[in-house]
């Protein structure tokens, strides 16, 4: 929608909804919080099946008044967004709605109303509510350098699946089935749970080689768990001074621009952070 088009109201809404430098943005924001938790919390209770019994009905009425809350949370926001489509896209739009929709889904499909404890993950705007915002730039610098550093990684991690498929094969051979490596994929799970030093201990070998192959696995895992940190560490000094912000244009909607930037560099309009996403 252009801003010519809009209504005061809409420009009110959202001021309130996806801003919180204001104190109604604040209270909206906090209010959306203690709302999400609440509601998160019933889901749990009512997966317990001795709480169940006893508060069913109340934690049944209690869920539909947190669905049609964020239902008219989500109604608003697209009525108040100064790009619907670019919302319903975000990571928070799809989340907004998938928080919504299994408890209509419950009435066609019993028992998919517990995949709401994905609302969990709209608290994420807490980061706006506590302006934690500046701290983004190290989450933008993180992202840059795993994106730098996704082939070496795929490549160590062919390495470590070779790795336990040959070791967990050795082990299938030396071990007898009755120390519990009764297939070749049970004794590779073996091998990932020793390699990268978890130790359930639900399968062990008995033998005298499986305990040599064992420790020379475990010790390779010490080596192996370093790799990755180094590769994503060189990757990160790297882009170091490459940062950009989550800051959009007002004006062309552009993004990407850096992190001190104060207007767009395309346009010459005011930058605003994205929180519409």
């Known amino acids: 929608m252009s801003k010519s088009n809009r209504s005061p109201l809409q420009d009110k809404l959202h001021h309130i909804i996806f801003e919180a430098e204001t104190p109604a943005g604040k209270f909206?924001?906090?209010?959306?919080?203690?709302?999400?938790?609440l509601s998160v919390l019933v889901v749990m209770l009512d997966s317990v099946s001795s709480i169940q019994v006893k508060h069913g009905s109340l934690f049944n009425n209690l869920e539909w008044i947190f669905t049609f809350l964020f239902t008219f949370e989500y109604i608003l926001r697209?009525?108040?967004s100064t790009d619907t489509k670019r919302y319903t896209?975000?990571?928070?739009?799809?989340?907004?709605?998938?928080?919504?929709?299994?408890?209509?889904?419950?009435?066609?499909f019993p028992g998919s109303e517990y995949l709401l404890v994905i609302r969990v993950l709209r608290v994420l705007?807490?980061?706006?509510?506590?302006?934690?915002?500046?701290?983004?730039k190290e989450a933008d610098r993180l992202m840059l350098a795993l994106r730098a550093s996704r082939r070496k990684i795929f490549v160590f991690l062919y390495a470590v699946?070779?790795?336990?498929?040959?070791?967990?094969?050795?082990?299938?051979?030396?071990?007898?089935a009755e120390n519990g490596f009764t297939s070749i994929p049970r004794s590779i799970y073996w091998a990932?749970?020793?390699?990268?030093?978890?130790?359930?201990?639900?399968?062990?070998?008995?033998?005298?080689?499986?305990?040599?192959?064992?420790?020379?696995?475990?010790?390779?895992?010490?080596s192996i768990i370093a790799v990755p940190t180094g590769i994503v560490t060189v990757e990160?000094?790297?882009?170091?001074?490459?940062?950009?912000?989550?800051?959009?244009?007002?004006?062309?909607?552009?993004?990407?621009?850096?992190?001190d930037a104060t207007y767009c560099k395309y346009c010459g309009k005011e930058l605003i952070f994205s929180d519409e996403e």
């Open 161 to 176: 699946l070779s790795m336990v498929i040959i070791l967990g094969s050795l082990m299938y051979v030396i071990e007898p």
């Open 28 to 37: 909206f924001d906090v209010f959306l919080i203690i709302c999400i938790k």
């Open 89 to 108: 896209r975000s990571f928070f739009g799809i989340i907004d709605l998938l928080a919504i929709l299994p408890t209509y889904f419950s009435l066609l």
């Open 125 to 136: 705007r807490v980061f706006r509510v506590l302006k934690l915002v500046k701290y983004l």
């Open 78 to 80: 697209l009525y108040c």
């Open 236 to 259: 990160l000094s790297r882009v170091s001074g490459q940062v950009v912000s989550n800051k959009s244009c007002v004006g062309c909607s552009s993004e990407k621009h850096d992190q």
């Open 192 to 222: 990932i749970v020793t390699l990268t030093t978890v130790g359930y201990g639900d399968i062990s070998p008995a033998t005298g080689l499986g305990q040599a192959l064992a420790a020379m696995i475990m010790i390779m895992g010490y």
